[in-house]
């Protein structure tokens, strides 16, 4: 075994166990420097990840680890976020009663899942990488054991994503009987005949089931709202940006690689389910007023504009929903660091509380806006790209197939319905009602940090998105060359049952 290929995710499990040790020794005050070291140790992995001493291209594990370009985006974009993530909550320590360094860790070991998510090549692999990460999860969402809120959402979460687990752990042993292999080499050699089994069939029906749930996709989509709202911040920042990636990733991974032609004839499932998802979360937006639900319900529609990449079946709609992917993360992490730093100073999540925010921190009510703007996909903010790329992928591959033109009409609505919600938000932040407290808000070095990055991201993306584009077609046909181009052991013959 080629334990070389998972250096990356060794260094950040001994990360993790290291933040746990460490903090035996170090009073507790000096608990958030130990989150400070955290951050910076995870920068240099991301730098040693994106490096040329990173693992390169190739097959580990039986064939269940793969390391190619896709794989290599993706973990350079989990390692991003659990170092904005980390910073986020040094910034929230405050309303963290205790076990700040264990949440520090949770993050790590929450990263850890979403590493071996991102070179997942096998259906146990898959399942495991998503346990780790939602078990993690399950602690991290009702941490704050002092609020009803926070343990609501953890038991919500938990009772959810226990049924979820279910329905994806029972069909990956459908889909074993059938083609007696859980790898998607295999799967993908072997699918024309296994697209003829009920039972196989049956089996992805409920793997997808599954990563419905993990993305917040209609109609797996109910625990969102409720579990953005309880959750500490932090928490809800790395839940709405890592673990909807993790689930993206292994979407491409099963849809794209292992079964291509079976995806192909479940086209109209897959548009009913971007579009369902598209409205509901843009409908139910609407009459929210806690910034955190409100959110959640905008996660449940920005899944629905990922799914376009899938329904596109085309490599540019796998570059458009990885470019999609990179823009929400600066946007959402930028949002949730605004709100970190107001934590202290708001003592709601209520929109009404934003009322002269623009006065008491122009910094914060700039960042905030310019998340909102993204998000509602105004140019030149990089949501704007994003979403015209998500488009145009779908519009090129509608001819012959009218439901792509119905979905790309939903789309459009919802984008113009999202404009209402989101400058809802702004309103309030610069002309919201008369507020007593006028007390200016002081922002610390690490939150500048995390915001200045993030909102160059979003600028600079939209601007000039070039750079970036190339390399999320890089990733795209990576993944695509391996698929053939990596040796592996020879394939055992399968049947349809």
Not at 50 to 78: I, M
Not at 175 to 197: D, K, M, P, W, Y
Not at 314 to 330: D, K, N
Request: net charge positive.
């Amino acid at each position: 075994m080629n334990y070389s290929l998972i250096i990356v995710e060794i260094t950040a499990v001994l990360i993790g166990l290291g933040v746990l040790m460490t903090d035996l020794w170090i009073s507790p005050t000096a608990r958030k420097g130990l989150g400070y070291s955290a951050a910076v140790a995870l920068g240099c992995l991301l730098a040693f990840a994106t490096g040329s001493l990173a693992p390169q291209h190739g097959l580990g594990f039986r064939d269940s680890f793969v390391v190619d370009d896709l794989a290599r985006f993706f973990k350079a974009f989990f390692l991003f976020g659990a170092i904005v993530v980390i910073l986020m909550t040094v910034e929230f320590s405050s309303r963290i009663a205790s076990g700040l360094s264990e949440f520090f860790a949770l993050v790590i070991f929450a990263l850890v899942g979403m590493l071996f998510a991102a070179s997942a090549n096998d259906l146990v692999l898959l399942f495991v990488s998503l346990e780790l990460i939602t078990v993690t999860f399950y602690i991290l969402t009702s941490f704050q054991r002092n609020r009803l809120a926070s343990l609501e959402a953890g038991v919500k979460y938990l009772i959810l994503g226990a049924v979820a687990s279910a329905f994806m752990v029972f069909g990956i042993a459908l889909i074993f009987g059938s083609a007696n292999s859980t790898n998607f080499r295999v799967i993908a050699a072997h699918q024309t005949e296994l697209a003829t089994s009920p039972v196989f069939l049956m089996g992805l029906l409920l793997v997808l089931a599954g990563l419905g749930f993990k993305i917040a996709a209609f109609p797996f989509q109910a625990w969102a709202p409720d579990v953005y709202q309880g959750s500490p911040a932090p928490a809800t920042a790395f839940l709405a940006v890592g673990s909807k990636a993790a689930g993206f990733v292994l979407l491409i991974r099963l849809l794209t690689q292992a079964v291509p032609q079976i995806t192909a004839e479940w086209s109209r499932l897959l548009v009913v389910m971007s579009a369902a998802t598209i409205i509901y979360g843009s409908l139910c937006a609407i009459p929210q007023r806690n910034l955190k639900r409100l959110m959640g319900y905008s996660s449940i529609a920005n899944a629905g504009y990922l799914l376009l990449g899938i329904v596109a079946m085309t490599r540019s709609g796998s570059t458009a929903m990885l470019f999609y992917l990179g823009g929400y993360f600066f946007t959402v992490l930028a949002a949730f660091t605004a709100m970190c730093a107001l934590a202290e100073h708001v003592e709601t999540d209520e929109i009404a509380g934003l009322a002269g925010l623009g006065r008491r921190s122009p910094f914060l009510a700039a960042s905030l806006t310019l998340s909102l703007v993204s998000l509602a996909g105004i140019p030149p903010m990089v949501g704007f790209f994003g979403k015209v790329l998500l488009l145009r992928s779908v519009f090129e591959s509608a001819p012959g197939h009218p439901d792509l033109y119905l979905l790309l009409g939903v789309a459009v609505i919802g984008v113009v319905i999202s404009l209402y919600y989101y400058l809802g938000i702004i309103r309030s932040i610069y002309w919201g009602g008369n507020t007593p407290n006028l007390t200016p808000i002081r922002t610390s070095l690490g939150t500048k940090v995390a915001l200045g990055t993030c909102i160059a991201g979003m600028v600079f993306l939209g601007i000039v998105p070039n750079g970036y584009l190339r390399i999320a077609e890089t990733a795209v046909a990576g993944m695509e060359s391996a698929v053939g181009g990596l040796k592996s052991p020879a394939v055992k013959k399968v049947s349809a049952h």
